[in-house]
């Protein structure tokens, strides 16, 4: 397995393409890759575009991928679809808005369904960032519609947040109480050809006062991602933060919160594993007829199936010392 590892860290697009793969669909290859890439990670700027549906987000990244690329960066995109199950409508325009860089070697692009399971939306998308980053793109940009929690999680795997909002759209008010406000680093009004801009700008502004910005009091840009107005400008803002990001505490404390919610996230998707597999071990039938018929409180029963599994997994590493 590490031979496609040492294939993709060569810069080999199909080992990267495979690797992604086995990610995505929860192959337990995919772990072992992940843990001879991860040594190689760190080095990605990771860029987070999220917004309305619409927004002009696709559009948006197919001109900061030329823009990086005028700067001779790698970059390599993943472009999330969480409304959907299936590689539907939304992926496929998303492809099309970037296919000019289809056939750039130094160009990466990778749609990513979601396929319902709520964890695993953001546990393969982290990995499919962390296997570019390792592979030696110098620019992730993952895109994501912002419209709930997950998609939130999601962006959270980014350095530098970007929240694309358009003039005269009523849900903009609605994203902002979603919290996703509080998570941008960078704010975007696309479609600035349309009327309404500096209204937008300036709920933004006050919303900014409202919630307070004491380390880093996030830039707004005004784009017009059609044409590609404003891009150069929103690609060294994007820059700038990563600069603050290096020196201050802050940014320190944000990578760290990374690491922790990765390792997190990994234990959590262990225990349930386990809960899954010993279930049938623990009799728990006959707990679930009793808990049905009410001779029992689920709580209890839970509790004590943990405790099971628990002195099981103790007694199973105390063989494996000996
Ligand atoms: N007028 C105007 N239209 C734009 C601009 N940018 C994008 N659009 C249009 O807006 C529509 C949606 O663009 P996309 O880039 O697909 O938007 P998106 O946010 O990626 O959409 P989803 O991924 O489906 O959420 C397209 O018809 C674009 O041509 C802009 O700056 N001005
Ligand atoms: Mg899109």
């Not at 760190?42 to 002009?56: D, E, K, N, Q």
Request: hydrophobic share 40%; glycine share 10%.
């Amino acid at each position: 397995m590490s031979i496609l590892a040492e294939r993709a860290l060569r810069g080999d697009v199909r080992a990267l393409a495979r690797i992604i793969s086995l990610v995505e669909n929860e192959e337990p290859e995919g772990e072992e890759v992940i843990k001879h890439l991860y040594p190689h990670t760190g080095h990605a700027l990771i860029i987070g575009i999220t917004g309305s549906p619409g927004a002009g987000k696709s559009t948006l990244v197919d001109k900061i991928i030329a823009e990086f690329r005028k700067k001779g960066r790698t970059v390599g995109v993943i472009a999330v679809d969480p409304s959907s199950p299936f590689s539907g409508g939304a992926i496929l325009a998303d492809r099309i808005r970037m296919q000019r860089h289809a056939n750039d070697p130094e160009v990466f692009i990778r749609s990513m369904g979601t396929r319902g399971s709520l964890g695993g939306v953001s546990r393969s998308t982290r990995e499919a960032v962390e296997i570019l980053d390792a592979c030696g793109k110098d620019v992730v940009i993952i895109e994501t519609v912002g419209v709930g929690q997950s998609e939130i999680d999601i962006v959270k795997l980014a350095d530098t947040v970007c929240l694309v909002l358009v003039p005269g759209m009523g849900d903009d008010i609605q994203i902002m109480k979603a919290g996703i406000m509080e998570i941008a680093d960078l704010f975007v009004v696309n479609k600035a050809d349309r009327p309404g801009v500096e209204k937008v700008v300036t709920e933004i502004k006050l919303m900014l006062d409202l919630i307070g910005t004491p380390d880093w009091r996030p830039p707004i840009y005004t784009t017009v991602a059609e044409k590609g107005d404003g891009v150069t400008e929103l690609v060294e803002g994007m820059e700038e933060h990563r600069k603050f990001l290096k020196q201050s505490p802050h940014g320190e404390k944000r990578m760290k919160d990374k690491v922790i919610q990765e390792i997190k996230d990994i234990m959590s998707r262990e225990i349930a594993k386990k809960i899954e597999h010993s279930w049938e071990n623990h009799g728990a039938d006959v707990h679930v007829k009793a808990v049905f018929e009410k001779e029992m409180d689920p709580y209890t029963v839970a509790h004590s199936i943990l405790k099971n599994i628990i002195s099981e997994n103790k007694l199973r590493e105390g063989a494996s010392e000996r």
